[in-house]
Structure formats: C-alpha cells, structure tokens
C-alpha cells in the first residue's frame, strides 16, 4: 500500500505500539521529496490499492506546514496513516503507521500515566517499549492544568524539574505535562512518562 520513496534515512526501525487500544506498526524515515509531492503520492498509492481515502475536509489538518493522511481498508479492519514533516535542506521526515482496529482491546484507566482532570475527555492513550503517553481534551485554562497537576503529581510524589514547569521526576521517571490552547475554549493536553535508565541493584554500571 506504500509508495516508493526515495529514503535518505531511517530514522527509527519498526516498531508496534499502542493507540488508544489498537496495535500501531510504526516507522519514520526522511525522504527527498516536498510535502506537496509526498500527500499526492499517497492518496495515489492509497487509492491504486483500494483504500478508502476521506476527502480532504475530513483528514486531520496539522501545523507548521505538516500534513497527515489516512486511508481505510474497510474489508480487513486496518488503517494506513501518513504523517510529512518539512525539515531543513528540503527534505521531509515521514512517519508511516499502520493500525489493525481487529485487535483492539478496550483501553483501561489501570495504570494511567497521572489522574485525569475533571471533565477530560477524547482520552488517547499510546505505549510502546519506552515511553506511555496519555491526551485529552479539557475545560481548563493554561493556569488551572499547571495548578492541578502541581498539586496531583506533587501528592504522588513527583518533583518539578527546576527551571522547567512542564516536567517532573519521580525516582527513574520523568513525566512532562504539555498543553496547548484547542477549540471551544478547550485545552489540549497530553502527558509523556518515560523511564529513566537505573542499574539493578547489586549491579555495576560499565
């Protein structure tokens, strides 16, 4: 269902993480090719293959001149997404992911990266081997989301990061709290827990 690219560089081997329940094949690699090129490129390859692709005004639309496509095989419950990022020297870093919606399993609260806020809601959770990450939609201002999870991350034991109010640490973890203002006077906000590298104990570190 991919096209052929011309790759300069793979950037991250494959790899399978989880989004909002559904197992997702992830790769990114950067390309010789323009954004412009790369979206008419994939709808083509898309649409030679079969795929449903949503016309433009139903694809999600991104900043800082990104683009995001997804096409949809409705016979065997996957999805095909394309995310093109400009980057310098005239090159576009493409993340390509695959998402087979068959396997799904409900997404559990159990083990949530930090509480939730009141009112939170089209919560999407993603893990994978390294990292867990949580976003969601809430009716908070850019003050309340740093008051709550303040005072939240402090009960649970996280230290604010001096010189940095977005991230915390807590024994090997590190957790940043990001949000940016989203439609209807909502706020968007995803939260990144990563696990820091901690020799076992009784182990020596080379």
Do not use: C
């Not at 449903?52 to 139903?58: A, K, L, Q, S």
């Not at 990292?131 to 989301?145: D, G, I, K, Q």
């Amino acid at each position: 269902m991919w096209p052929s690219l011309r790759v300069l560089e793979q950037v991250d081997a494959s790899e399978v993480v989880e989004a909002g329940g559904v197992p997702v094949v992830l790769r990114a690699v950067v390309v010789k090719d323009s954004v412009q090129d790369l979206v008419q490129r994939f709808a083509d390859a898309f649409r030679a293959g079969g795929l449903h692709v949503p016309p433009g005004n139903e694809q999600p639309q991104l900043a800082s001149g990104a683009a995001m496509l997804t096409a949809v095989d409705m016979y065997r419950g996957l999805t095909f997404t394309v995310i093109l990022q400009p980057q310098e020297g005239d090159v576009t870093l493409v993340y390509l992911g695959e998402a087979n919606h068959t396997l799904r399993r409900e997404p559990s609260a159990e083990g949530d990266v930090a509480t939730l806020p009141p009112g939170a809601h089209q919560v999407l959770r993603v893990n994978d081997e390294g990292s867990r990450t949580m976003s969601f939609l809430v009716p908070m201002s850019a003050s309340e989301v740093d008051t709550f999870y303040a005072q939240v991350l402090g009960r649970d034991g996280w230290r604010r990061t001096e010189g940095d109010a977005s991230s915390y640490t807590r024994a090997s973890e590190e957790l940043r709290v990001v949000h940016e203002p989203a439609e209807g006077g909502l706020r968007s906000v995803v939260l990144i827990l990563r696990g820091r590298a901690r020799a076992a104990q009784g182990s020596t570190v080379p």
